[in-house]
């Protein structure tokens, strides 16, 4: 059997933080990594234009030979993620599964109540409530769309009171619903863990992007999977991405991001 | 002489402003407008990317036998606008040069100070700095990139008090130096004018929309123009736009609003 790498995709570099956590457990495992950072973000469009860019972000990566897709954009995943299994052979694994098994053992240990915490498009898609629902139909399921923490995270406002101001606001009912869980659907949330947590108290954050790169982990088989290193793609130019980089993966890649024209695919 | 439409494009919604400020010089005039919802924003991506995206958009607008083009977009016309000006031959009106004018005269009869606020790409180009001081190189110009304001505008953050903290983040240091004009170099800026003035006091706020269109219209000779209502096209879905653009037009035309496939240009 001939090896191939995992594909792993998101709006942008928000998906590197999913990369992280593929590395944890998919150790030195060769990985091709695509950002849509010419069109970054997804969450505040429509469904059909979600679908439509995930589409052509696979056919990039399916360019590439890649045996598997591991979705780290939590908008793709709560809008598309059956238009992409209907479309291409390879397994396509996103954050919402994962993501809701593991909020839902925490739930069943606890009071049965669950936040999840999304772009607008996430929210509005009701993936993370089905996905809840299917395994466990007596949950309650808090959601809200936090709009504004993407563009807050991708400009350094990390640890600045207004984010927590808005935080607050975003969160401040949500904070009274005794949830046991707290769902961090979009992979620049957990880099806004701290305020959030402040929110929450004592419920447990749950990380869509180490619950997804588990899952992915458990169904692959790892033999199939070939070793290597990491290979990075964006939509946009390059520079200008290594403080960004830095943040979500920890590691200075700025030097080996190449760009390809997604548009063509 | 056959009379045409004027063209007028944005990154996505925000340019509906500059269409407010057409209006009442233009008149009844037919126009086209473009926004490029499905790759909205442009402010934070690279100059390549921005002439890339701001081609295609005068290309769908020339398809439409539009005899000239009013970029809104402070980005573009920042970035872009001599490079649509050498690949097509209709007058193309950028917004830079019409609002340096205006604050130049207000600064030239006060201190001689301006300050710009625009997008990262946009005070990053230095496009304000250049024309200002090609008109009176003797005035200070001072730049800052105001990344989170149009995230705040889309999210319906006016009057918040989150806004007004970021305000005075990125403005406290502008507003010790006494400058006589602001430019509110994005069209979204004209929305926050309030939370940005309580910084400026006394500083005239220049909106970069109104510059254009009275620019434009003593331009092009008004009867080249044809007769006749707007047209609207967008690059994502056109539902649930209704809203913001009832916000920044004052009129409801979701009903009107049609999809463009952009890619294709």
Redesign the interface.
């Known amino acids: 059997m001939i090896k191939r790498p995992i594909g792993i995709f998101d709006s942008g570099l928000g998906g590197l933080s999913v990369v992280s956590e593929f590395k944890k457990v998919f150790k030195n495992k060769r990985y091709i990594y695509f950002g849509d ?3 970054v973000p997804y969450g ?6 979600i679908k439509r ?1 995930a589409l052509q972000d696979c056919r990039f990566l399916l360019s590439k030979d890649v045996a598997a897709i591991i979705v780290a954009c939590g908008t793709v995943s709560a809008n598309a993620i059956e238009e992409l299994q209907k479309n291409f052979a390879v397994p396509i694994v996103g954050v919402v599964e994962p993501t809701a098994n593991k909020a839902v053992e925490i739930a069943m240990n606890g009071n049965g109540r669950i936040a999840v915490l999304g772009t607008a498009a996430t929210i509005k898609s009701g993936a993370y409530e089905k996905a809840i629902k299917k395994l466990d139909d007596k949950i309650d399921v808090f959601s809200v769309a936090c ?2 923490f993407v ?2 995270v ?2 350094g ?1 990390i640890d ?3 984010t927590s ?2 935080a607050r ?1 975003y969160l401040e009912d949500l904070a009274k619903k005794n949830v046991d869980a707290v769902i961090l659907g979009c992979t620049h949330y957990p880099i806004l863990s701290k305020v959030i947590g402040e929110v929450f108290g004592e419920s447990v954050l749950v990380n869509s992007g180490k619950e997804a790169a588990d899952y992915a982990y458990a169904l692959l088989e790892e033999k199939e999977v070939e070793d290597g290193e990491g290979e990075y793609y964006v ?3 390059p ?2 991405f290594s403080e960004t980089a830095n943040v979500l993966l920890g590691e200075d890649i700025s030097s080996c991001i190449r760009r390809v024209n997604i ?1 063509e695919f």
Chains 1, 2 share one sequence.
Do not use: C, Q, W
């Open positions: 950072t010419a069109r505040s469009k429509s469904v059909e234009t860019f709009p504004l563009p807050l991708e400009n406002y600045k009171p207004a101001m808005i606001e939509s946009d130019e520079h200008g548009e």
